[in-house]
């Protein structure tokens, strides 16, 4: 069974950058979400890829991040750049496993167990 781990977390003052990684334990070839969850707030959706590498990110990060895979290594980054304290939360990547809208938590179906970001400011 596929599972999800990422790494690439941790402290960083604001203007850092960070690089966060997503490895598959199987092969996968599906479309790939990133999200992050802040205490007390709702998961949110922060950048997607799907298996040709077309991206989509949501507005509060484009221009910052990127989103990247090498299918070779079955793996998934998040390129994080000019991090802001806003930015500080747990980030999840997560496997794409229905037609749902890609930026919904509902059309995931493999979750990793997150890696926390920090931004001090």
């Known amino acids: 069974q596929v599972q999800l781990v990422e790494s690439g977390g941790g402290l960083v003052q604001a203007g850092g950058s960070l690089r966060l990684s997503c490895a598959a334990s199987?092969?996968?070839?599906?479309?790939m979400g990133w999200f992050r969850q802040a205490p007390g707030k709702e998961r949110q959706f922060v950048a997607y890829i799907t298996g040709s590498a077309s991206t989509v990110y949501a507005d509060s990060v484009k221009g910052r991040f990127t989103i990247s895979r090498d299918n070779a290594k079955n793996t998934v980054y998040l390129q994080m750049n000019s991090l802001k304290p806003e930015d500080t939360a747990v980030y999840l990547c997560?496997?794409?496993?229905?037609?749902?809208?890609?930026?919904?938590?509902?059309?995931?179906?493999?979750w990793g167990q997150g890696t926390q970001v920090t931004v001090s400011s």
């Open positions: 997560a496997r794409r496993g229905s037609m749902l809208a890609y930026s919904s938590v509902s059309a995931y179906d493999l």
């Open positions: 199987g092969r996968t070839v599906n479309a």
